[in-house]
């Protein structure tokens, strides 16, 4: 099976900065799309970044300006710098990923990580 595991979360003050690594391990063949998602409390989870195999990437405009999606396909990661960060950044950020298993890389399946708490003080 596929595993996601986040890190780098924590308690930070309003205007700092924080890296978020999510590792994927396990029976992979390839990677495609990766991306990061947070859920603030008695809220919907809502997309953060997403970046391509490629490099290509996206923002939601919270994020925009702020922060950086980037990966490492030889060692199968995904990080989130964020900087500057605010109260409304607080949640628990999950990594997503799109996978194909080296088992069966004909069918591409979506997994999840467990979560990191971010907590921005004011």
């Known amino acids: 099976q596929v595993q996601l595991v986040e890190s780098g979360g924590g308690l930070v003050q309003a205007g700092g900065s924080l890296r978020l690594s999510c590792v994927a391990s396990?029976?992979?063949?390839?990677?495609?799309?990766m991306g990061w998602y947070r859920q603030a409390p008695g809220k919907q989870r809502e997309l953060v970044a997403t970046i391509t195999s490629r490099g290509a990437t996206y923002y939601a405009d919270s994020a925009k300006g702020r922060s950086t999606i980037s990966r490492d396909n030889a060692k199968d990661t995904v990080a989130l710098q964020m900087n500057s960060l605010k109260p409304e950044d607080t949640g628990v950020y999950y990594c997503n990923a799109d996978i194909r298993s080296s088992n069966w890389p004909y069918y591409e399946s979506n997994y999840w990580g467990q979560g990191t708490q971010v907590t921005v003080s004011s």
């Open positions: 396990g029976s992979i063949g390839s990677i495609n799309d």
